[in-house]
């Protein structure tokens, strides 16, 4: 079995990805640092070099891959991964593969990617706190759709990582 963590930019898929593995003894796999490894480059120099639309068919082949696994695994997606192509019909077309959505509202999230844009390639140019929540909440609203299609939602507001892992545990037996 594999549990795939979907959500936003800053939702945690990251940090609750590594816990979650952790506790059930799986292996884990964060597809960005996957891509990274693969490529040798950081997110930021591949969208900056070579451009999103090479970031998002590299995105596409990983995934492919990290369905296929044949090992129990904890999986972080990036937070585009399951909006394009018909990856999320991927994603929920496999038996070996359960999703789960990460969800925060947009004032969780706007605090959070006010402190991390620099690293984020999609938001990194947003000058003002303004401009950031304005883009947030209409890529949100976008992105919903394919978010709420996940197996498991699990709304993550003022919870810490480990209560979430905790909330997890409950939830997937
Ligand atoms: C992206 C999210 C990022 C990364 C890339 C694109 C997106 O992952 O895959 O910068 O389109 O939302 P995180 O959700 O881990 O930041």
Same mark, same amino acid.
């Given at each position: 079995m594999k549990f795939f963590l979907i959500g936003y930019m800053g939702s945690g898929k990251s940090t609750v990805g590594k816990l979650l593995s952790e506790e059930l003894n799986y292996k884990f796999y964060d597809l960005d640092q996957e891509i990274e490894k693969e490529y040798d480059l950081t997110i930021s120099e591949i969208f900056s070099r070579k451009g999103e639309v090479f970031f998002r068919k590299a995105e596409r082949k990983m995934l492919d891959k990290l369905i296929n696994l044949e090992e129990d695994a904890v999986v972080s997606l990036g937070g585009g991964t399951p909006c394009y192509g018909d990856n999320m019909?991927?994603?929920?077309?496999?038996?070996?593969? +359960?999703?789960?959505? #990460? &969800?925060?509202?947009?004032?969780? /999230? /706007?605090?959070?990617?006010? %402190?991390? &844009?620099?690293? %984020?390639?999609?938001?990194? =140019? #947003?000058?003002?706190?303004? #401009?950031?929540?304005? $883009?947030? +909440? &209409? =890529?949100? $609203?976008?992105r919903g759709f394919y978010y709420n299609q996940s197996e498991l939602i699990l709304d993550c507001n003022g919870k810490d990582p480990s209560v979430i892992v905790h909330n997890l545990m409950e939830n997937l037996r």
């Open positions: 019909e991927l994603i929920k077309s496999s038996d070996t593969v +359960r999703s789960i959505y #990460l &969800k925060l509202n947009i004032q969780t /999230l /706007l605090e959070r990617l006010q %402190r991390e &844009k620099t690293e %984020r390639p999609m938001i990194s =140019h #947003l000058q003002t706190r303004e #401009l950031l929540e304005e $883009f947030i +909440r &209409k =890529h949100l $609203f976008e």
